[in-house]
């Protein structure tokens, strides 16, 4: 799995484009099987349980497996091909799949046969970030970066427009079963078409060199070289603090909405519109192409979004949900493509995966945490707490019904968020950190680059 990809002579630089196009078409076409079958169970699950605790735990267990497996992963996406760390990822999340609708049609379904499976899931779709992420600096050139990252961003809101109207649609017709069926075809489109794909490989660089090491001591690359770009890495910590925060707001959207409207379609339509805002605001970003420096940009977007999601928290009819939740991914388009094209340019193409790989693991690392604490404190909590004297000052806010403890516990995190946020922007170290790392600079221009790069892809 060690060959090198490429044609001869000099080909066109469409060719690469055209590859990065088929791939995110062809992955985003599979995010929205795994939406349909995600949305389908998810209404079912808590239409069952009546608490958002389940939900969460299947957060829970579809996230920790990933992190634990992140550098793991990351050194496979620089020591093989990337295109089988991809196959070898859609085919190990196709299996969960079809096990689970053994499950279903069995008809001895049980709860922890969805958590192992999202554990099963979460293992195999490790390996997607890291080799996609670092394949993207080898098809796409810098300056078509933040469009190119903008465009992968829109791929998740695209699939949270479409989803929800047709699992809606399949899940009254034929139940959980059949948005399996249609989960496990768009995984298998996508497991083909990888395979016809070419992918450029990386020429080793002093960067690579320097860090190699046997395949265990090889996973520490990353962090390794993470702490030489000491910017960096307090960078990253703020990120993960900041998933921390929105993570826990976001397992409880599903249970909240449902609360707050008792509407399965209201449902549906509002999480469309959440996800229609984040396409907006990827075309946004791809028209605009961000900032100069890029950190502005990123920062200011995760302020619009916490104040956003502060809002949602205190949003109490159909049409203010509608609203908030509309705006709310918005901005989260401009953080995540900003923050992305600072780290493509800034790291060595042949380490990428290992330090994609780490930075995504620090990234999640309290993610799982997040889900674990937000289900129980909202169900045991701050639901609760609303029929009690201590929210009758909080009431004109938030309201007094169902959901609303959910509101407030949504509108916390978000404010927590905004305050790290604001002491991050605050740090002359974080502003000024494109200016004080350096571009990676090829021993290549990019016109040499894109020479190995191939003229068409053959699907």
Same mark, same amino acid.
């Given at each position: 799995?060690?060959?090198?990809?490429?044609?001869?002579?000099?080909?066109?630089?469409?060719?690469?484009?055209?590859?990065? =196009?088929?791939?995110?078409?062809?992955?985003? $076409?599979?995010?929205?099987?795994?939406?349909?079958?995600?949305?389908?169970?998810?209404?079912?699950?808590?239409?069952?349980?009546?608490?958002?605790?389940?939900?969460?735990?299947? *957060?829970?267990?579809?996230?920790?497996?990933?992190?634990?497996?992140?550098? /793991?992963?990351?050194?496979?996406?620089?020591?093989?091909?990337?295109?089988?760390?991809?196959?070898?990822? !859609?085919?190990?999340?196709?299996?969960?799949?079809? $096990?689970?609708?053994?499950?279903?049609?069995?008809?001895?379904?049980?709860?922890?046969?969805?958590?192992?499976?999202?554990?099963?899931?979460?293992? /195999?779709?490790?390996?997607?970030?890291?080799?996609?992420?670092?394949?993207?600096?080898? #098809?796409?050139?810098?300056?078509?970066?933040?469009?190119?990252?903008? $465009?992968?961003?829109?791929?998740?809101?695209?699939?949270?427009?479409?989803? @929800?109207?047709?699992?809606?649609?399949?899940?009254?017709?034929?139940?959980?079963?059949?948005?399996?069926?249609? !989960?496990?075809?768009?995984?298998?489109?996508?497991?083909?078409?990888?395979?016809?794909?070419?992918?450029?490989?990386?020429?080793?660089?002093?960067?690579?060199?320097?860090?190699?090491?046997?395949?265990?001591?090889?996973?520490?690359?990353?962090?390794? =070289?993470?702490?030489?770009?000491?910017?960096?890495?307090?960078?990253?910590?703020?990120?993960?603090?900041?998933?921390?925060?929105?993570?826990?707001?976001?397992?409880?959207?599903? +249970?909240?909405?449902?609360?707050?409207?008792?509407?399965?379609?209201?449902?549906?339509?509002? $999480?469309?519109?959440?996800?229609?805002?984040?396409?907006?605001?990827?075309?946004?970003?791809?028209?605009?192409?961000?900032?100069?420096?890029?950190?502005?940009?990123?920062?200011?977007?995760?302020?619009?979004?916490?104040?956003?999601?502060?809002?949602?928290?205190?949003?109490?009819?159909?049409?203010?949900?509608?609203?908030?939740?509309?705006?709310? #991914?918005?901005?989260?388009?401009?953080?995540?493509?900003?923050?992305?094209?600072?780290?493509?340019?800034?790291?060595? +193409?042949?380490?990428?995966?290992?330090?994609?790989?780490?930075?995504?693991?620090?990234?999640?690392?309290?993610?799982?945490?997040?889900?674990?604490?937000?289900? +129980?404190?909202?169900?045991?909590?701050?639901?609760?707490?609303?029929?009690?004297?201590?929210?009758?000052?909080?009431?004109?806010?938030?309201? *007094?019904?169902?959901?609303?403890?959910?509101?407030?516990?949504?509108? #916390? =995190?978000?404010?927590?968020? #905004?305050?790290?946020?604001?002491?991050? =922007?605050?740090? @002359?170290?974080?502003?000024?950190?494109?200016?004080?790392?350096?571009?990676?600079?090829?021993?290549?221009?990019?016109?040499?680059?894109?020479?190995?790069?191939?003229?068409?892809?053959?699907?």
């Amino acid at each position: 799995m060690s060959e090198t990809v490429g044609n001869p002579g000099k080909p066109k630089r469409k060719g690469s484009m055209r590859t990065f =196009y088929t791939i995110v078409l062809t992955q985003t $076409l599979s995010i929205i099987g795994s939406r349909i079958s995600s949305l389908a169970i998810g209404i079912w699950l808590y239409n069952e349980t009546g608490n958002a605790t389940p939900l969460a735990l299947v *957060a829970f267990f579809g996230m920790l497996p990933m992190i634990l497996a992140a550098s /793991f992963a990351g050194v496979l996406a620089d020591r093989w091909d990337r295109r089988y760390v991809m196959a070898i990822s !859609d085919g190990g999340q196709a299996i969960g799949t079809v $096990l689970l609708m053994l499950s279903f049609l069995s008809g001895d379904f049980q709860i922890w046969h969805l958590y192992a499976i999202a554990a099963l899931q979460s293992l /195999f779709g490790a390996f997607q970030g890291p080799a996609f992420t670092s394949s993207i600096t080898m #098809l796409v050139p810098d300056d078509k970066r933040d469009r190119a990252n903008s $465009l992968v961003q829109l791929s998740s809101p695209m699939a949270g427009i479409i989803a @929800p109207a047709v699992a809606g649609f399949v899940f009254a017709l034929v139940g959980v079963v059949g948005t399996l069926v249609i !989960d496990l075809a768009t995984f298998l489109v996508a497991f083909i078409v990888i395979l016809n794909v070419t992918i450029p490989r990386p020429k080793k660089t002093k960067d690579a060199a320097e860090n190699q090491r046997a395949f265990l001591a090889d996973m520490t690359t990353g962090i390794r =070289y993470i702490w030489q770009k000491r910017p960096l890495f307090w960078g990253i910590l703020f990120v993960t603090l900041l998933n921390f925060l929105v993570s826990g707001a976001g397992v409880l959207m599903t +249970p909240y909405i449902l609360a707050r409207t008792g509407s399965e379609a209201q449902l549906g339509i509002l $999480l469309s519109l959440m996800d229609l805002g984040a396409v907006a605001g990827g075309i946004f970003m791809g028209v605009w192409g961000g900032t100069r420096p890029r950190i502005h940009a990123a920062m200011i977007g995760s302020i619009m979004l916490c104040v956003i999601m502060i809002l949602v928290g205190m949003a109490q009819s159909f049409v203010a949900l509608a609203v908030v939740l509309g705006l709310m #991914l918005f901005p989260n388009m401009m953080v995540n493509a900003s923050f992305m094209s600072i780290l493509q340019s800034k790291i060595a +193409p042949d380490v990428q995966g290992r330090v994609f790989a780490t930075i995504d693991q620090f990234a999640m690392l309290m993610i799982p945490i997040a889900y674990l604490l937000a289900g +129980p404190l909202a169900d045991n909590v701050f639901e609760p707490a609303v029929t009690r004297d201590i929210w009758t000052p909080l009431a004109p806010f938030f309201g *007094a019904e169902a959901g609303s403890g959910m509101g407030l516990q949504i509108s #916390l =995190y978000a404010g927590m968020a #905004l305050l790290a946020t604001l002491a991050m =922007y605050a740090t @002359p170290s974080i502003r000024r950190l494109e200016a004080t790392l350096p571009d990676f600079v090829s021993t290549e221009n990019d016109e040499d680059v894109l020479e190995h790069m191939p003229e068409a892809v053959a699907v």
